[in-house]
């Protein structure tokens, strides 16, 4: 069975011929292929009931297992900064994913801990990770390249 895809430049997916200079290309580029990204995401985690921000959370939580962290240091974490942490927190303990409890040494702030739910997601979700790793048609040393020149951008 072969498998293909057709590659469309982005010429082709914005339908604009030219650009100023490859810099503006290549900024252009990246924002609509992050875009197109993030909604790739949205459908795979669609079907497990949660949200990319909700994902990205569980992940944090499972890396602090079994201790529990703060909403600050979860929000620290996050890969979308302009995340409502609070609003994500409270749909995922509704989802009996989290558990927050009251800080007892500061009854503003809560103790948040992943369950055995939000565990068991993650791990069913570990199980189909190849499906979203192979989203981007990549080699393994293209993946690497990319990344490595996404850290360079940022300066």
């Known amino acids: 069975m072969s498998c293909f895809f057709i590659s469309m430049k982005i010429e082709d997916e914005i339908k604009q011929s030219t650009f100023k200079n ?86 503003r702030a809560a103790d948040i801990t992943i369950t055995e739910g939000g565990l068991t997601i993650l791990a069913d979700l570990e199980k189909r990770q190849s499906e979203i790793d192979g989203v981007l048609h990549l080699s393994e040393e293209e993946a690497k390249q990319l990344s490595n020149l996404l850290d360079k951008s940022r300066g």
Do not use: Y
């Open 22 to 107: 490859p810099f503006q290309k290549a900024v252009i580029n990246l924002i609509f292929t992050a875009s197109w990204l993030q909604s790739k995401h949205q459908d795979f985690f669609k079907s497990f009931g949660i949200t990319n921000q909700q994902f990205n959370i569980l992940r944090i939580l499972k890396g602090q297992h079994p201790k529990s962290t703060s909403a600050t240091e979860i929000k620290s974490r996050m890969l979308d900064k302009n995340s409502d942490v609070s609003r994500l927190l409270d749909r995922l303990a509704a989802k009996n994913l989290i558990t927050k409890q009251v800080c007892p040494n500061d009854k």
